[in-house]
T-cell receptor, first 115, second 118 residues
Framework: KAGVTQTPRYLIKTRGQQVTLSCSPISGHRSVSWYQQTPGQGLQFLFEYFSETQRNKGNFPGRFSGRQFSNSRSEMNVSTLELGDSALYLC??????????????FGSGTQLSVL | AQKITQTQPGMFVQEKEAVTLDCTYDTSDPSYGLFWYKQPSSGEMIFLIYQGSYDQQNATEGRYSLNFQKARKSANLVISASQLGDSAMYFCAMREGISSGSARQLTFGSGTQLTVLP
């Protein structure tokens, strides 16, 4: 079974530009979550999508947005990039059951550098 | 206040020895779950072990075990017989609100960089 696939693996952008990151979950998983990882702030939850609807959102500005398609693939978009947006963006998928021990399966991330 | 605290930024252990990575947490929710993930240099987060707040026994998964002390709000990861491939960043994480089924996101600690020496 293929794991969570994130593309691209690396991305270099300049301030003010916008960027779109893609995530393909494990087959059968309908929930996709996004996390931002930086050396200063650590891992922070961005948002979660399930059945094409945003279910939860972290404390990030409106420049960060996402969507989920009918095949559960998800994209996240960051508009008007700032230097502080440089980070590893991790996508995680799950079935989104009500089981307490449900684990998230993560991709290898997209390393975004904003110059 | 930090919800997950990992006080060891870096740890060294000799190959084949055991090592304990510390994790304390803070929550008022009676229903929560605690996870440990490993992140090698490739970036992918790999699930290691889970402990539920109502679980009576400490969780074990192969060489990984969790020393769960509920009253002290600690959930330390014990890796037995360390291997060179265990060198990685280790994160403790918590999921709250399990009973309501509403909150699915994980809150992560700052991580511990483990280096296994030959």
């Amino acid at each position: 079974k293929a794991g969570v696939t994130q593309t691209p693996r690396y991305l270099i952008k300049t301030r003010g530009q916008q960027v779109t990151l893609s995530c393909s979950p494990i087959s059968g998983h309908r929930s996709v979550s996004w996390y931002q990882q930086t050396p200063g702030q650590g891992l922070q939850f961005l948002f979660e999508y399930f059945s094409e609807t945003q279910r939860n959102k972290g404390n990030f500005p409106g420049r960060f947005s996402g969507r989920q398609f009918s095949n559960s693939r998800s994209e996240m978009n960051v508009s008007t990039l700032e230097l502080g947006d440089s980070a590893l963006y991790l996508c995680a998928s799950s079935y989104r059951t009500r089981e307490a021990n449900e684990k998230l399966f993560f991709g290898s991330g997209t390393q975004l550098s904003v110059l | 206040a930090q919800k997950i605290t990992q006080t060891q930024p870096g740890m060294f252990v000799q190959e084949k020895e055991a090592v304990t990575l510390d994790c304390t947490y803070d929550t008022s929710d009676p229903s929560y779950g605690l996870f440990w993930y490993k992140q090698p240099s490739s970036g992918e987060m790999i699930f290691l072990i889970y402990q539920g707040s109502y679980d009576q026994q400490n969780a074990t998964e192969g060489r990984y075990s969790l020393n769960f002390q509920k009253a002290r709000k600690s959930a330390n990861l014990v890796i037995s017989a360390s291997q060179l491939g265990d060198s990685a960043m280790y994160f403790c994480a918590m999921r709250e609100g399990i009973s309501s089924g509403s909150a699915r996101q994980l809150t992560f600690g700052s991580g511990t960089q483990l280096t296994v020496l030959p």
